[in-house]
């Protein structure tokens, strides 16, 4: 089974930087597009940024600017840097993998569709 594991959350300051990181965990995986999502108390699931196997990037209009997605393939990660954050960023962040796909071991071939991590929490407060 593969599951997605988020780091990198924590309390900063208003215009500081984090930088989360998601790594899938658990068996050699090819994933097509990695994406993070934040939800913020009361307020419904919001995409902040994804990225294709073969590195196109989509960034919501809030973060354009501020947020960089990467993804490191050989490593099954991706990261989410973030700079200039604001009060209005605090939320729980998590990253999601539409499609991962064993690549080798006796599960060789299966697939995982829709794939979420636990999430992490972000808060921009001084």
């Known amino acids: 089974q593969v599951r997605l594991i988020e780091s990198g959350g924590g309390l900063v300051q208003p215009g500081g930087s984090l930088r989360l990181s998601c790594t899938a965990i658990g068996s050699v995986v090819s994933i097509k597009t990695l994406a993070w999502h934040r939800q913020a108390p009361g307020k419904q699931y919001e995409l902040v940024a994804n990225?294709?196997?073969?590195?196109?990037?989509h960034y919501a209009d809030s973060v354009k600017g501020r947020f960089t997605i990467s993804r490191d393939n050989a490593k099954n990660t991706v990261y989410l840097q973030m700079v200039s954050l604001k009060p209005e960023d605090t939320a729980v962040y998590f990253c999601?993998?539409?499609?991962?796909?064993?690549?080798?071991?006796?599960?060789?071939?299966?697939?995982?569709?829709?794939?979420w991590g636990q999430g992490t929490q972000v808060t921009v407060s001084s």
């Open positions: 990225i294709t196997s073969s590195g196109t990037t």
């Open positions: 999601n993998a539409d499609e991962i796909t064993i690549t080798s071991g006796p599960h060789q071939g299966d697939r995982y569709l829709g794939v």
